[in-house]
């Protein structure tokens, strides 16, 4: 059963933080029907992560956004 606040199901979101600046630099709602592992790619298209050091979780170690890019 999914969490919920005042009877409705809490959104999921993905976020790309700037650790140097402090500042999140993009949010992606993960769809309920989903998964955080075709959220994070839809992020990563949004944002230019080229000679950027980037780090996930184990979320990261799916094939597909292992290979990302």
Do not use: H, R, W
């Not at 999914?2 to 140097?20: C, D, E, H």
């Not at 075709?38 to 780090?55: F, Q, R």
Request: negative net charge; glycine residues 10%; aromatic residues 8%.
């Amino acid at each position: 059963m999914a969490p919920k606040i005042n009877g409705k199901n809490i959104p999921y979101i993905v976020t790309a933080f700037l650790s140097g600046a402090g500042v999140s630099i993009g949010q992606v709602k993960v769809d309920e029907k989903s998964s955080e592992y075709t959220a994070i790619p839809e992020l990563l298209d949004l944002i230019d992560i080229s000679g950027c050091i980037v780090t996930i979780d184990a979320a990261g170690t799916y094939t597909p956004i292992a290979q990302f890019g």
